[in-house]
């Protein structure tokens, strides 16, 4: 077990946790887009995608869950796992879309990544799902990396706006049949 394992925790979140989800949902983003795009859509983006409004509904839609990761009590990062309708675009019943992971910077480096996504493969494998999905950017060559090192395959891609910026995202997909 690596050292990191035992100080980590998951939380999975409620109404409660909404604008503790809305603040790190703003900030890890920005950290880890703000400088690649325009000003402009990128806060149309933050203004209209990651509002207390908009995350609330996500929040409770009952295929959607968020899960909070936590370094002792420190909030360091989250996810969101979308099961069948909550599914951006697939919408399989026998996979799991992870629509969202972010670490907090600071965080970044030190294995919490890998544990997450331990974390999720296990939620899934408990769900009896065969496989997980996921849209990354294609200009995320450091998100990219990292899914193919944990067995992601491209098989698609899809459109993804940030304002008015068309951009394109990678369709990456892990079997968890041959995990």
């Not at 919490?112 to 408990?126: H, N, P, S, T």
């Not at 009896?128 to 996921?134: A, V």
Request: charged share 25%; with cysteine; aromatic share 16%.
């Amino acid at each position: 077990m690596k050292y990191w394992e035992m100080e980590l925790s998951l939380h999975r979140c409620t109404l409660e946790d909404l604008d503790q989800l809305v603040q790190i949902s703003r900030t890890t983003f920005t950290e880890a887009f703000a400088e690649q795009n325009n000003p402009l859509d990128f806060e149309h983006y933050l203004n209209t995608a990651l509002t207390k409004e908009r995350m609330g509904s996500e929040l409770t839609h009952p295929h959607a869950t968020f899960y909070f990761v936590f370094k002792h009590n420190e909030l360091v990062g989250f996810f969101k796992i979308n099961d069948v309708e909550a599914q951006t675009d697939i919408f399989d019943a026998t996979s799991y879309e992870l629509e969202r992971i972010y670490v907090l910077t600071h965080y970044q480096g030190h294995g919490i990544g890998d544990w997450i996504m331990e974390q999720v493969i296990r939620l899934a494998k408990e769900a009896e799902k065969l496989f997980i999905w996921l849209g990354v950017w294609e200009k995320n060559t450091a998100a990219i990396r990292f899914y193919k090192k944990k067995g992601f395959i491209k098989f698609g891609k899809h459109p993804y706006y940030i304002g008015k910026d068309k951009q394109m995202d990678w369709l990456m997909k892990l079997d968890l049949i041959t995990l």
